[in-house]
Structures are given as C-alpha cells and as structure tokens.
C-alpha cells in the first residue's frame, strides 16, 4: 500500500490510541497483580510517548508494520506466576477491543447529537477517525495473539501449555522474526488478520451502530 499523507492522518489518532492503552493496560494489570516493575518505570499512565517506540511508530505509519515499547514485568511478583502472566498478556487485546467498542459507542452517539450540528465534512472526518480507530484497535489486538514471541500470544499459549514447553517456546523466539517476515511477504498475515479484523469490525458496528 502506497504512502499517503491524508490516510496516515486519518489512521494517526487510531494508531496512538490503540499502542497506548495496549501497553497501559499490560502495565496496569501487572501493577494490580503485585508486580510494580511497570509503575516504577512510569508505564501506568496514558502519556503516549512513555509507550511509543520511535522507530516502530514511524514504521507502521509508513510500512504499517511496527511495534510500541513492551511493557517489562517480573512474574517472580505474582502470586501465582503462570496464571498472572496470561492475565497480563490478555490485558493488552482485550483492551483494544474495549477501545474499539468505545469508538463505536461514540460514533452513535456523534450520530445521535452531532449529525445536525456540524457541516456535513467535518462530521464524516471525526466518524472516519473513529471507525478507523475501532478497525486499527481490532488488528491491534488479532496481531498480539499471534503465537509468535514476545507477542502476547505466545505468553498466552504457551503459558497454557505449561513447563514443558518452554524449550520449544525459545527455540520459535530464535525464529519469530523469520516466521513474521514471512507471513507478511506471501500476503498470509492478511488472510491471518484483516479477514477476521473485518468480521470482527462487522460485528462490533451491527451492535452498536
């Protein structure tokens, strides 16, 4: 996909929102869980630039492709290690599905009380930036749960699995990179996630919409 400026614009308040309340809510959850790494190293706040990586912004504004800065936890502070790590690893996703609904909850409301009240431009900008932000969050959270190390997918599943797989989960960290890189060049990360982001996106604007 080509670069263009207005899109981007257009995409920017979805992309920010979604990375920041991501790693807020993997930070947040850690913190209630007895761990206070996160908070000690300021990420329990909802200023982007604590969470945003610099070069992964950049990259997914112009590749769309790209990362935040991960949240650093200490499971030796959980009581119970294994399941507090999923928690933590689930509080990110299911953030961005919260955030997606939200924006949905107020497009209706945009529609409710603003339609007659702004020019007909402005409104379609602020309902696109929220429907953009809303299909952004959903990806946001189909791309973390990839089983695919440090996503929050494979903490998820491999914490399911149990001990016994730990060698297996370091051995695909050696090789997630690749793997990636290869979903994205034969065009299998789409089928991975937009079909489903679509779907999903479908479902959440037949139920508030």
């Known amino acids: 996909m080509a670069f263009s400026l207005t899109n981007t614009l257009y995409l920017l308040p979805g992309i920010i929102i ?3 309340f991501h790693e807020f809510a993997h ?34 504004l112009i590749a769309h492709f790209g990362w935040a800065k991960p949240v650093q936890i200490n499971p030796s502070n959980f ?21 997606a609904c939200l924006c949905f909850i107020v ?7 603003l339609v007659n009240l702004l020019d007909f431009n402005t409104f379609t900008i602020l309902v696109r930036i ?10 946001l959270c189909l791309f973390n749960l990839l089983p695919l190390p440090p996503l929050d997918g494979s903490h998820i599943v491999f914490g399911l699995a ?9 051995k695909l960290a050696r090789m997630s990179m690749v793997i990636l890189i290869v979903l994205i060049l034969t065009r ?11 779907a999903i996106y479908q479902l959440l604007q037949g139920i508030f919409l």
């Open 18 to 20: 979604g990375l920041t």
């Open 27 to 60: 930070a947040q959850t850690a913190v209630w869980l007895g761990d206070n790494t996160p908070r000690l190293q300021g990420r329990t706040s909802l200023n982007p630039i604590v969470h945003i990586d610099i070069i992964g912004f950049i990259l997914l």
């Open 79 to 99: 009581k119970n290690p294994r399941r507090d790590d999923i928690l933590v690893s689930l509080a990110g996703p299911a953030m961005n599905i919260l955030v």
């Open 107 to 113: 497009i209706k409301i945009m529609y409710l009380s």
């Open 130 to 139: 929220f429907a953009n932000a809303a299909y952004i969050n959903i990806i």
């Open 162 to 170: 149990g001990k016994m797989y730990g060698e297996l989960y370091f």
């Open 188 to 198: 299998a990360l789409n089928k991975l996630i937009f079909g489903p982001a679509s």
